[in-house]
């Protein structure tokens, strides 16, 4: 089992930055990948970055040029350095931890961009 926790949520003016946490503990050497989603009210569930155990990365075109995903060196902790957001970034954003066979979910923490 793995378990996450996120971080780094809050209320934040349109134009700024916030810095998202997720640190993995259990059974971590099932993690091949992690990442962050999100989701707003009545939308669905939508992917905003992901890394590999390799370092590859992906970022969503909704945030691309927005948004930086990173982790440490021990691979437990990953971040989601969001800036210049947008109202619409406003949502429930939920780290992930995906095995061979299972994708793990970490609790969400909200975030609130004012206009």
């Known amino acids: 089992q793995v378990h996450l926790v996120e971080s780094g949520g809050g209320l934040v003016q349109a134009g700024g930055s916030l810095r998202l946490s997720c640190a993995a503990s259990?059974?971590?050497?099932?993690?091949?990948?992690m990442g962050w989603y999100r989701q707003a009210p009545g939308k669905q569930r939508e992917l905003v970055a992901s890394?590999?155990?390799?370092?590859?990365?992906y970022v969503a075109d909704p945030v691309k040029g927005r948004g930086t995903i990173s982790r440490d060196n021990a691979k437990t902790t990953v971040f989601l350095q969001m800036n210049s957001l947008k109202p619409e970034d406003t949502a429930v954003y939920y780290c992930s931890a995906f095995s061979s066979s299972t994708v793990y979910w970490g609790q969400g923490t909200q975030v609130t961009v004012s206009s």
């Open positions: 259990g059974s971590i050497f099932r993690i091949n990948a």
């Open positions: 890394i590999t155990n390799g370092g590859i990365t």
